[in-house]
């Protein structure tokens, strides 16, 4: 992956001509292991033009959540399953819970929130950074195992939770009730007694979120108010030319609240006094009574993996589609699926990349609308840094490479996490302060930089395997399988094979069942791939397993010749 070389505002202010690139041609199926650098090398950016790096609280979320819902009180806040909330039910939701958790002392570690997706667990988060506490959002759908390994995990001394027995130890419960929060800030406001959110530090921990440890328990990443408050001016400065006459924007939040992708579509919307849909998750799943949701709420903006709306739009076509902008993000996108976007509607979209680790996004690129401007990359670019980012592109040892020379991608700026919790071995290899354009986080995604700035995606460092010697780039054999008769998705997936050699395994969803035999897909493959790198398996699936926050679950992937399999 990679940025701008120069400074480049979000590429939304770029005109497609200007956006278009010279060919970049990479090699189909392997890349040699070493690549001798010809030409200069290209540094980090120099910092991209935004807002003010200096912090002020009144800048911070939370303060501009109160504001807007003191401006807009009237208006419709979040939508979910459990209840609809105006901007004053959600103002005084969140004071009345606030309060409640200042009382038990939840000021010095993250508030944990256990709850079921909907209005009150999004009370539930926004009240514990009114608070001044932060919160950590555990996903109430889970193991039990993993849930408590996740709360201990997260230092809270509180948790809110709607469940009947939450499994905590030593912590302080509190139960969901979400009108009782609202009428205890309702007779606060009364009684004159309703207090703002208080000023909140820059460094100052704003929410963690889990992610997948190699040890098997999960990271903790902390992430500060400054980084989330320049993502949330960042989006509403991408959203703002979709704004009518200051029309009001309504966006659709599909993804777990645990995971940060959707935060996209919460943290703007509110700040902006826009509306939030968080579409429950059985809805956000089913191609049709997504399609039914869209047609009754209309939603303007919507953040998704490419992967679940390939789903979606296989099912519902058009009506899966925001009706101005759609933000695709957390997996490689294709050409494939913005040409199947593109013969339905013309909303303008975006693709977004950016790991946990820096604060939901670092970079986006804007589709264009006309096939002729496309780049010629092998996939969507991931594009150009957002505001107050930078990156650069380095070798093994951290120096730069010259343009279009596959490498690492650093990002540096104010996305910035604080760090993983209570690990700080972790922190110091994932967030190098040495380096010589300042301390920044190490992605462990390989990317090239091109001369015009665009950063395309490779695949990660560690997603790559060696079969007979060779050097395999996952993503290549996957896109292969997708182009074949009879494919309608497809993930491919290394698993151990005899001794220590892995073996490739194809799971596809066909486009009828009961889809093709391993035969079948090799000979189609034959055509494009050498034999390294054929899958030596098939398994064909009604449908490739989700995590909560949309991306491929390659942990519920059955083994090949399990039941779980349907072939």
Known sequence: MRCCRGAAPVSRSLPPQARAARPHGRPATCRPAAVEPKGPAMPADPEVTGPPTG????????????????????????????????????????????????RHGATAAPVAVLAHRGAAQLVACLAALHAGA????????????????????????????????????????????????????????????????????????????????????????????????????????????????????????????????????????????????????????????????????????????????????????????????????????????????????????????GPTETTVGALTFEVPTDPAARPGTATVPIGRPIDNARVAVVDADLRPVAAGVEGELLIFGAGLARGYRDDPATTGEMFPTDHPEGRCYRTGDLVTRHSDGLVEFHGRRDGQVKIRGHRVELGEVEQAVRRCAGVRRAAVVPVAGTGSVPRLVAYVVPSEPPGPTARELRDQLRETLPDYLLPGAVVCLDELPRTPSGKLDVRALPAPGRPAARR
């Open 55 to 102: 912090w002020h609280p009144d800048r911070a979320v939370p303060a501009l959540i109160w504001a807007a819902a003191q401006r807009h009180g009237h208006r419709t806040a979040v939508v979910g399953a459990d209840a609809t909330l105006s901007y004053a039910e959600l103002r005084h939701a969140v004071a009345g819970l606030a309060d409640v958790l200042r």
């Open 134 to 353: 932060g919160y950590a959002c555990v996903d109430a759908n889970q193991p039990r195992a993993r849930v408590e390994s996740q709360l201990r995990g997260c230092g809270a001394a509180v948790v809110v939770t709607d469940r009947d027995d939450p499994p905590v130890s030593g912590q302080v419960v509190l139960a969901v009730d979400l009108a009782g929060w609202i009428g205890a800030g309702a007779a606060a406001e009364r009684a004159g007694a309703l207090g703002g959110s208080p000023p909140v530090a820059g460094d100052q921990l704003a929410y963690t979120v889990f992610t997948s440890g190699s040890t098997g328990v999960p990271k903790v990443v902390e992430i500060p108010h400054a980084a989330l408050a320049n993502y949330a001016a960042f989006v509403a400065r991408l959203v703002d030319p979709e704004r009518a006459d200051g029309e009001r924007l309504r966006f659709a939040s599909v993804t777990s609240l645990a995971t940060d992708l959707g935060h996209t579509a919460v943290f703007p919307a509110l700040t902006g006094g826009d509306t939030v849909h968080l579409v429950p998750t059985e809805t956000a799943t089913d191609p049709d009574d997504f399609a039914d949701y869209q047609d009754e709420h209309r939603v303007d903006v919507l953040k998704i993996t490419p992967s679940h709306l390939a789903a979606l739009l296989d099912e519902a076509a058009e009506r899966a589609l925001p009706r101005r902008l759609l933000i695709v993000g957390g997996e490689v996108c294709r050409w494939e699926l913005v040409d199947q976007v593109r013969e339905l509607s013309d909303v303008r979209m975006v693709n977004h990349y």
